[in-house]
């Protein structure tokens, strides 16, 4: 026997333990996989419509508060003439009195007089219209 052959008695104890070791087997639940595969598919897609909401939020609040200016081009017809622009003051706002069949008028009515004092309906005649009128 050579050198290289020989085996120290450790190195024969630590071979034999080695030999008498068996992987242990593997459980493979394939449930529990299906459901492991689908959640990360769905957590992708999630995040996905989450960043582009995100991104669409940001988009809209920007424009919301930084504002946009927009100059009105004024073009004279000489080199050297102004445009003067007139501009009247808008009419005070006068406040008419509600109609008579407003909401708030029936409920005035109904509140001082009692129901019976509401004024009559005023409905369209009805008039019968048959499938041989339409044609």
């Known amino acids: 026997m050579s050198e290289e052959d020989r085996i120290d008695p450790w190195q024969g104890e630590l071979e034999m333990a080695l030999k008498s070791i068996a992987p242990a087997s593997a459980k493979l639940d394939p449930v529990g996989a299906a459901f492991v595969a689908g959640s990360k598919t769905a957590r992708r897609k999630v995040h996905a419509w989450q960043s582009i909401s995100a991104v669409l939020l940001l988009a809209g609040s920007?424009?919301?508060?930084?504002?946009?200016?927009?100059?009105?081009?004024?073009?004279?017809?000489?080199a050297g003439s102004s445009v003067l622009v007139a501009q009247h003051a808008p009419e005070p706002?006068?406040?008419?009195?509600?109609?008579?069949?407003s909401v708030v008028m029936l409920r005035r009515v109904v509140e001082e007089k009692g129901i019976n004092a509401l004024p009559p309906e005023n409905l369209p005649d009805v008039q019968v219209i048959r499938a041989s009128d339409l044609f």
């Open 93 to 101: 706002f006068t406040a008419q009195p509600p109609a008579e069949q």
């Open 62 to 78: 920007a424009g919301w508060v930084v504002p946009v200016y927009r100059t009105a081009a004024v073009h004279p017809t000489d």
